[in-house]
């Protein structure tokens, strides 16, 4: 049964970092485009960041450019999401999700429902 798990979410101070993961089992990760999204209260969901199958392409919403990283190791069949210098406004759950499409050329990583696989969530609060 394919499953994704997301983890490395918290309470964090502003300027603070926090590095999510993404563990996938069931399915192999390789054949796999994979895109972070988050969810906030009364906000529309936002395609954070992707990277390709590859991993040679990424791409990043603009409120996170040179502040967030993707990165895969897919021989642990995990996905990593270092994120820096955190803003009040980066609090949202976060989800990864897997895509066998060419996600990466996509504005706003496409959209999660054609991704194939999904996780449950991990989430981030930046607040002092």
């Known amino acids: 049964q394919a499953q994704l798990v997301e983890s490395g979410g918290g309470l964090v101070q502003p300027g603070g970092s926090l590095r999510l993961s993404c563990v996938a089992s069931?399915?192999?990760?390789?054949?796999?485009?994979v895109g972070w999204f988050r969810q906030a209260p009364g906000k529309e969901r936002e395609g954070v960041t992707c990277i390709s199958i590859s991993g040679d392409n990424t791409r990043y919403a603009d409120s996170v450019k040179g502040r967030f990283t993707i990165s895969r190791d897919n021989a642990a069949s995990t996905v990593h999401l270092q994120m820096n210098d955190l803003k009040p406004d980066d609090s949202a759950i976060y989800y990864c999700?897997?895509?066998?499409?060419?996600?990466?050329?996509?504005?706003?990583?496409?959209?999660?429902?054609?991704?194939?696989?999904r996780g449950q969530g991990t989430q981030v609060t930046v607040s002092s």
């Open positions: 069931g399915f192999t990760l390789d054949y796999y485009a």
């Open positions: 999700a897997v895509s066998e499409g060419a996600v990466a050329t996509m504005p706003g990583c496409g959209r999660l429902e054609w991704y194939a696989y």
